[in-house]
């Protein structure tokens, strides 16, 4: 079975592409996606597709509608959801995938530094494992697709 994993979040750092690579590297059958990152395009896309509007409130409606698409899309599709919250910006988006998520019945783990925690209690509540960085994020995912542990050997295993 190949997972599906969506990558909810901040997209001003490259907690993505060490998760992708992460998981490459563990051999994990996996399959990632992820919302339009380019910040601009996602601000801009249904002005740019759907005609201009003069009034930025309509440009932005246009433009979350048109995304609404795509990630509600990916989150229904998805196996498990990783939310991050990042240090620099307010993530309204990835709470309220995070909420989606949650009231879809999708796993999800939450990725944030700790001083977050208690900002992000709720949704660290909803989540059933939260990370400090990616690398962690990649031994969730490496626990949970594969049932590999980390310096846990079969030896160990069948010792037990």
């Known amino acids: 079975m190949t997972w599906s994993i969506y990558l909810s979040g901040e997209i001003h750092s490259d907690w993505r592409e060490r998760i992708v690579a992460g998981a490459e590297a563990a051999g994990l059958d996996v ?4 919302p339009v990152t380019h910040h601009e395009a996602s601000d801009d896309c249904g002005a740019a597709i ?3 509007e003069a009034d930025k409130v309509w440009h932005d409606r ?3 509608q048109l995304n609404a698409i795509r990630t ?3 989150l229904e599709q998805a196996d498990i959801v990783v939310v991050r ?3 620099k910006y307010r993530q ?3 709470a309220f995938d995070a909420g989606y998520a949650a009231a879809l019945g999708t796993p999800i783990i939450v ?3 700790p001083e977050h925690g208690h900002a992000l ?6 989540a059933l494992a939260v990370a400090e960085t990616p690398e962690q994020v990649v031994a969730c995912l490496a626990y949970v697709v594969a049932g590999t542990l980390p310096g846990y050997t079969d030896r160990a295993r069948a010792a037990e």
């Open 62 to 64: 246009k433009g979350a």
């Open 92 to 94: 309204w988006n990835a």
């Open 72 to 74: 509600r899309t990916l």
């Open 85 to 87: 919250f990042g240090d």
């Open 111 to 113: 990725l944030h530094p």
């Open 50 to 52: 759907l005609g201009a």
């Open 31 to 34: 399959e990632f996606s992820a």
């Open 121 to 126: 209690k709720e949704v660290d509540a909803a």
